[in-house]
């Protein structure tokens, strides 16, 4: 995993984002979880070390590098630093994004910092990923599920800087 310090202008270029963008249908954490996933945007664009090709807000995808690649950044806000057995989650709706990468973030919930815990395609992601219904509890860490989800232990991402 990659630390990324989160930067004054970062947080400030997500919240203003944040604020302009519409109600997302679906959204797990009912409109809460808009400002996280746009600093999980910010720490990829940095990690990442270059400017980006297309910073495109859509169901689909969130961000296209120079290589064409259509990457969709998922991002938890966590209480403490990400460890590798700690899992990451796609939700069953959002399965279907036409996207290359998923990228798995974590973010603390002061902003202070956040994490790039690895990657997948869509496809390898299906294959690894442990799938969980609304309301079933996760018996690794007694979590109940808010919605239907894929889950996967930040252990078993790609990774590589």
Known sequence: MKE????????IRARNRAAKLPKLKNSIRNQKGKLVGLLGE???KKFLGIPVKQDKASYDYDLIDWGDQKIEVKTKERSVAPKPEYE??????NAK??????VFVSVLNDFSKGWVCGWLSPEDFKKKAKKFKKGDKDPSN??????DCYNIKIKDLDYEE
Do not use: G, K, P, W
Request: a negative charge; one cysteine or more.
């Open 97 to 102: 994004q036409d996207c290359d990468l998923y």
């Open 88 to 93: 990451c989650s796609v939700a069953l709706y």
């Open 142 to 147: 007694n979590f109940t599920f808010r919605a």
């Open 4 to 11: 990324i310090e989160i930067t004054h202008a970062m947080l």
């Open 42 to 44: 910010e720490i990829v």
